[in-house]
C-alpha cells in the first residue's frame, strides 16, 4: 500500500458524458501527478500539481482539467468523453516535486475509465 | 525532450534464471533514471533509481540496475528470478533541471517468470 488513494476504483460512463476522479495523496505529499495509461499510448504524463498550483503540462487534451485543493487532494476532470479516452488514470504523489529534487513518486492503484 | 526505449516487450524466463531488462534513453540533458513494477491490478512501485555517483545501483527484491552513460543505458538485471517476479516493468527518466520531476516513462516490458 502506497498510501496514495484513489476513487472510484472502477468507472464506466458513455461518450459524450463528463466524469471526476480523485486522488488524495500521501500523508505530507505536497506534489500530485497524474499519468494515463492506455494500450496505445503507454504511461503518459498529464498534469503536475504542487501546493495547489500548476507546475507542468503533458499531452494533456482542452477536455481535461484538473486542481489540487488546499486539504491537498486532487481531482481530474475529463468531459466531452470519447471511446479512446478509456484508459488507465494513476495519481502518483511525492514529498515536493520541485526543480532538481529527486523525491520518489508513489502511485496510487489507479482508476479505469471505460467510455463505452 | 527525453525519450525511452525498452527494448523488449516481452521476456519468457524459467524459474531460477538470471534475466535482464534493457532500457536505453534519449536525452539532451542529465537525467535522473528509474525503474518501476506493475503487478496485476496494482499501481506502480519503484524498484530502485540512480541519481548520482556508483553507476550500479541495488534495489528491492534482489534487483539491481548498471547506468551507462556512454550507451544511454538503464539496463535492469536480477540474478534468479521466482514466479512472484512475474510483473510489467517500467523504465523512466525525469529531467534533471526540468521543474517538478515528470517521469517518462517507456513502453514495459513483460517479464513472465516460468516454473
Known amino acids: 500500500d502506497s498510501g496514495v488513494t484513489q476513487t472510484p476504483k472502477h468507472l464506466i460512463t458513455a461518450t459524450g458524458q463528463r466524469v471526476t476522479l480523485r486522488c488524495s495523496p500521501r500523508?505530507?505529499?505536497?506534489?500530485v501527478y497524474w499519468y494515463q495509461q492506455s494500450l496505445d499510448q503507454g504511461l503518459q504524463f498529464l498534469i503536475h500539481?504542487?501546493?495547489?498550483?500548476?507546475?507542468a503540462k503533458g499531452n494533456i487534451l482542452e477536455r481535461f482539467s484538473a486542481q489540487q485543493f488546499p486539504d491537498l487532494h486532487s481531482e481530474l476532470n475529463l468531459s466531452s468523453l470519447e471511446l479512446g479516452d478509456s484508459a488507465l488514470y494513476f495519481c502518483a504523489s511525492s514529498v515536493q516535486g520541485l526543480a532538481g529534487k529527486t523525491d520518489t513518486q508513489y502511485f496510487g492503484p489507479g482508476t479505469r475509465l471505460t467510455v463505452l | 525532450a527525453q525519450s525511452v526505449t525498452q527494448l523488449d516487450s516481452q521476456v519468457p524466463v524459467f524459474e531460477e534464471a538470471p534475466v535482464e531488462l534493457r532500457c536505453n534513453y534519449s536525452?539532451?540533458?542529465?537525467?535522473?533514471l528509474f525503474w518501476y513494477v506493475q503487478y496485476p491490478n496494482q499501481g506502480l512501485q519503484l524498484l530502485l533509481k540512480?541519481?548520482?555517483?556508483?553507476?550500479l545501483v541495488k534495489g528491492i527484491n534482489g534487483f539491481e540496475a548498471e547506468f551507462n552513460k556512454s550507451q544511454t543505458s538503464f539496463h535492469l538485471r536480477k540474478p534468479s528470478v521466482h514466479i512472484s517476479d512475474t510483473a510489467e516493468y517500467f523504465c523512466?527518466?525525469?529531467?534533471?533541471?526540468?521543474?517538478?520531476?515528470?517521469?517518462?516513462f517507456g513502453q514495459g516490458t513483460e517479464l513472465s517468470v516460468k516454473p
Open positions: 536525452s539532451s540533458v542529465s537525467v535522473y
Open positions: 500523508s505530507g505529499d505536497l506534489s
Open positions: 540512480y541519481l548520482s555517483g556508483s553507476t
Open positions: 500539481y504542487y501546493n495547489g498550483e500548476e507546475r
Open positions: 523512466a527518466v525525469s529531467d534533471r533541471g526540468n521543474q517538478g520531476g515528470k517521469l517518462i
